[in-house]
Structures are given as structure tokens and as C-alpha cells.
């Protein structure tokens, strides 16, 4: 059974930092493409970045690019979003989502609350 | 990249249908035929339903489908149950440099 599970979110002051992971398992990991996807409260999602399987290749949605950086480590099965200058406007849920093929996810984790407040 | 504009809302009774739009440009849906719909009950993550416009994961049921004319995408929901209640939001492939866009979401009422 595929399980995205992220963790890392919380609390943090507008110009701070956090990064977080998404632990992977249930699939070959090294394989997949994966995507970092945000849903600020009571509003829609947001596709924030993506991944190549090998790492080689990033992309980010304009209104985070310079500030969050995607990775990840397939010896580990862990995709990261290291988030830095956080805004209030980055508050959201953030979730790791599995892509199986042109914008299919496929799979979601449960997601990862992060909340920028001063 | 804008979000593909989608109703507020829709309703039905139990077996009924429903049919959300999904409206977009000739940059994105128009564009490509990688449309996707996730639904979400409150609280959960979102769960894929259609991809590709049309295809179905397995696991769905085939009460719901996907289909798509020009630059709008749509999503019938046939037969309508009370656990069918819930948000749905499309998505599409909007290119190498805008990757993907999600619609504003639509919540779906059962009457």
C-alpha cells in the first residue's frame, strides 16, 4: 500500500524557516516524479513544486520561486521543501503527492499544517 | 498562471446526476488533454477521480466521468450517493514552465 506521510509544519514568524518531509513507502520511490501541493485555509489547492525521480530537475509555481527549495533523497524514500523569507501568505496545509504521469496524483499524503504569524 | 475557474457549487438528489464545468484556456485545458479531478471530503487530502480527461484509476466508481470541449473540462457525477458529497477540483497540464493549474473548487451538495 502507497503511504506519503510528511511531517515538519508548524508555527513560524513571517521571514523564518522550516523545511518538510514526505517519508514514502509502499512504492519504488526512485522512480517517481513528486510534487509539493498547498491548500491555504478554506480555500483551493495550489500546485507549489515538482521533482524529478532522479532529483536532476526542479520547477516551482512563480509565487515561491527563490524562496523554497524541493529535493529529495531516494536512498532515504523522503521528498523535502525547505521554505525560506516564509510569508503569512505561505500559511496553508501542505501536501506530497505521487505522480503517475502527466498532472496525475495519484497519491496524497494526509498533509502538514504550516502557519506563518507573527 | 490563473486558477481554471469552476462553480461554487452544485446539488442533487440521490440518484440524480451533477455536472461541474471546468474553464480554462487554450494554454492549459484547451491545451492538453492531462485533465485530472480530485475530490475532497472535509479534513482529508484530495483523491484522484479522473485523469486524463476521461480515464478512470481503478477503485472509482463508474458513476463518475470525465470529458472535455475546447477549453472547458467537465465532471458527471451519475447516480448520486450521500457519500459523493464533497469538494471537487479539477486540474490541468499547463506546460513545462506552469506545470499544473487547479480549478477554484466546487462543493457538491447532496440533496
Known amino acids: 500500500e502507497v503511504q506519503l506521510v510528511e511531517s515538519g509544519g508548524g508555527l513560524v514568524q513571517p521571514g523564518g524557516s522550516l523545511r518538510l518531509s514526505c517519508g514514502a513507502s509502499g512504492f519504488t520511490f526512485s522512480t517517481y516524479w513528486m510534487h509539493w501541493v498547498r491548500q491555504a485555509p478554506g480555500k483551493g489547492l495550489v500546485w507549489v513544486s515538482r521533482i524529478t525521480s532522479d532529483g536532476s530537475r526542479t520547477n516551482y509555481a512563480a509565487s515561491v520561486k527563490g524562496r523554497f527549495t524541493i529535493s529529495r533523497d531516494n536512498a532515504k524514500n523522503t521528498l523535502y521543501l525547505q521554505m525560506n523569507s516564509l510569508r503569512v501568505e505561505d500559511t496553508a496545509v501542505y501536501y506530497c503527492?505521487?505522480?503517475?504521469?502527466?498532472?496525475?496524483?495519484?497519491?496524497w499524503g494526509q498533509g502538514t499544517l504550516v502557519s506563518v504569524s507573527s | 498562471q490563473s486558477a481554471l475557474t469552476q462553480p461554487p457549487s452544485a446539488s442533487g438528489s440521490p440518484g440524480q446526476s451533477v455536472t461541474i464545468s471546468c474553464t480554462g484556456t487554450?494554454?492549459?485545458?484547451?491545451?492538453?488533454?492531462?485533465v485530472s479531478w480530485y475530490q475532497q471530503h472535509p479534513g482529508k487530502a484530495p483523491k484522484l477521480m479522473i485523469y486524463e480527461v476521461s480515464k478512470r484509476p481503478s477503485g472509482v466508481p463508474d458513476r463518475f466521468s470525465g470529458s472535455k470541449s475546447g477549453n472547458t473540462a467537465s465532471l458527471t457525477v451519475s447516480g448520486l450517493q450521500a457519500e459523493d458529497e464533497a469538494d471537487y477540483y479539477c486540474?490541468?497540464?499547463?506546460?513545462?514552465?506552469?506545470?499544473?493549474?487547479f480549478g477554484t473548487g466546487t462543493k457538491v451538495t447532496v440533496l
Open positions: 487554450s494554454s492549459d485545458v484547451g491545451g492538453y488533454n492531462y
Open positions: 503527492a505521487l505522480s503517475g504521469g502527466y498532472n496525475k496524483y495519484q497519491n
Open positions: 486540474s490541468s497540464y499547463a506546460g513545462s514552465d506552469n506545470e499544473n493549474v
